[in-house]
């Protein structure tokens, strides 16, 4: 048995509004007011929740927490991505496979 369990991952957002709903295209899910500026997108299907809180500046270094997304087609999902405010940030390998390192619309690296 678990000692704990993770019930949602916060992101904190200078637009918390505008990242849930970027977030919410890729995930599934509809943002919606938790109160005190809180906006959370659950995707349901047994995926982990995101609550996105506001922040008052930039975060200034990025990538101490990183989202691992699972995709079926990693093309597509790049072009979707990047079509909805995200971009490619590096494409990575090594002797287990490789991923490519996205960014969200406020600059956030996810891979995938």
């Known amino acids: 048995m678990a000692l704990v369990a993770v019930n949602c991952v ?19 899910g509809t943002p919606r007011d938790t109160g005190n500026g809180y906006v959370l997108v659950e995707p349901g299907g047994g995926l982990v929740p ?7 500046e930039p975060a200034r270094q990025r990538g101490w927490i990183r989202l691992d997304c699972g995709v079926a087609d990693r093309e597509t999902a790049m072009d979707e991505i990047c ?7 590096e494409r990575r390998s090594d002797s287990n496979g490789s991923w490519v390192v996205m960014a969200d619309p406020e600059g956030n690296p996810f891979c995938i």
């Open 50 to 56: 995101l609550l996105f809180q506001k922040a008052d």
């Open 83 to 89: 079509r909805r405010g995200g971009r490619l940030a």
């Open 10 to 28: 916060t992101i904190n957002a200078l637009d918390p509004w505008a990242l849930a709903g970027f977030w919410a295209a890729l995930l599934g």
